[in-house]
Every structure is written in structure tokens, then in C-alpha cells.
T-cell receptor, first 117, second 112 residues
Framework: NAGVTQTPKFQVLKTGQSMTLQCAQDMNHEYMSWYRQDPGMGLRLIHYSVGAGITDQGEVPNGYNVSRSTTEDFPLRLLSAAPSQTSVYFC????????????????FGSGTQLSVL | TQLLEQSPQFLSIQEGENLTVYCNSS?????LQWYRQEPGEGPVLLVT?????EVKKLKRLTFQFGDARKDSSLHITAAQPGDTGLYLCAGGLYYGNNRLAFGKGNQVVVIP
């Protein structure tokens, strides 16, 4: 029972480098999302997807790209890393992709700690 | 602008004591969720409340949703060291493209 799996656990980048944070879930969930967690800021939504082929922006999307080619995977791409993107990133999923599902349980991965120097 | 304000931000108590933390807003929510997060891990859902005035109990934890669906509280009875963690509340939104608004959390430390 893997749930939501994120890789890598830790990553250090130099300014300007690109990388992809991986997220996979094995629960056949329609909804997947990416959050960043910063001290004093709480969890902020970056991008989300309500199903394969459908993505949308969250609260803080600038500097990040996503795609959803399969139900299982939802990678987050940093095209040109900046120190302001130093954070802990969480992927989360829930069963339904419908807008009326705000009371559904979110399943979180264990996070990726990213440092940009 | 933070939709949900959690207080106190940090709380340290002795094992066996009771504590209450709060999650407040001026906005109305469709539901209110409480998560607990331990160091190096993602948040884990504890409870969801959906009806104004609703009270739910999870062993020694009691969750209440305000009558007006704008606030919530979490009460822990006889706290144990295993209750240590960051407690996050999340309000279900009726509008926009963000499904949940998270508070910044209540950091609770229970000292043995």
C-alpha cells in the first residue's frame, strides 16, 4: 500500500538549473496537486489536476510547470530554479476531481526538500 | 491574505495536561479538515467536519465546527508525547481554483 510516492526526498540545485519532482499514486485518484510549505507561510497550492490531460494553476504557479499524461503520475517541473523556490514540496491526491469535493480526504506524500543555491 | 488563522502558533505542555487550539476565519467554509504533520512527513488527515456546530471525537481529540462554519477548535484531553506535531486546519472553499485553504498550523509539543 504505497499511497503517494514522491522522489527525490532531498535535492540541492544551483540557480538556473532545471529539475523534475516526481509524484505517483496507486489509488486511482482523479485529483492530484502540488503544494509548497514554507516557514510562516503554511501550505500553498502550486498546480492541480482533476484528471489525466487536465491541469490548472493554483495560488503560486509562477516558475513551475506540470503535466498529467496518466492518472498515476503528476510531475512538477522547475524550468530555471531560483533561491525563492527553496522549500518543501508536497504532492497530494484525492479520489474525486469534482469541484464539490472539498471535504474529501487529501493523501499527502512525504515531501521533497529542495534547496536552491 | 491568510484565510485561516490558527492560534496559538506554538504550544508546549506537560504530559497529562489538556489543551485547545483554534482555527478562525471571517469566511464561511463548506467543510473544515484537521491534519497532523510530523517532522519529515506529509500531513495526515485526522477528521473532517461539514455541519455547523458539529462535534467529532477521535479518542482523546475533540473537534468542533463553529455554528456559522467560520471557525473550529481542537481539544486534546490528557495529552501524550505521541500527540506532538503540527496541527493544520484546512477550509473547503466554495469558489476559485483552490479546493482547500490551509492555516499556518499549531505546533504542539507534549513533554514527557
Amino acid at each position: 500500500n504505497a499511497g503517494v510516492t514522491q522522489t527525490p526526498k532531498f535535492q540541492v540545485l544551483k540557480t538556473g538549473q532545471s529539475m523534475t519532482l516526481q509524484c505517483a499514486q496507486d489509488m486511482n485518484h482523479e485529483y492530484m496537486s502540488w503544494y509548497r510549505q514554507d516557514p510562516g507561510m503554511g501550505l500553498r497550492l502550486i498546480h492541480y489536476s482533476v484528471g489525466a490531460g487536465i491541469t490548472d494553476q493554483g495560488e503560486v504557479p509562477n516558475g513551475y510547470n506540470v503535466s498529467r499524461s496518466t492518472t498515476e503520475d503528476f510531475p512538477l517541473r522547475l524550468l530555471s530554479a531560483a533561491p525563492s523556490q527553496t522549500s518543501v514540496y508536497f504532492c497530494a491526491s484525492s479520489y474525486s476531481g469534482g469541484q464539490g469535493s472539498t471535504n474529501e480526504k487529501l493523501f499527502f506524500g512525504s515531501g521533497t526538500q529542495l534547496s536552491v543555491l | 491574505t491568510q484565510l485561516l488563522e490558527q492560534s496559538p502558533q506554538f504550544l508546549s505542555i506537560q504530559e497529562g495536561e489538556n489543551l485547545t487550539v483554534y482555527c478562525n476565519s471571517s469566511s464561511v467554509f463548506s467543510s473544515l479538515q484537521w491534519y497532523r504533520q510530523e517532522p519529515g512527513e506529509g500531513p495526515v488527515l485526522l477528521v473532517t467536519v461539514v455541519t455547523g456546530g458539529e462535534v467529532k471525537k477521535l479518542k482523546r481529540l475533540t473537534f468542533q465546527f463553529g455554528d456559522a462554519r467560520k471557525d473550529s477548535s481542537l481539544h486534546i484531553t490528557a495529552a501524550q508525547p505521541g500527540d506532538t506535531g503540527l496541527y493544520l486546519c484546512a477550509g473547503g472553499l466554495y469558489y476559485g481554483n483552490n479546493r482547500l485553504a490551509f492555516g499556518k498550523g499549531n505546533q504542539v509539543v507534549v513533554i514527557p
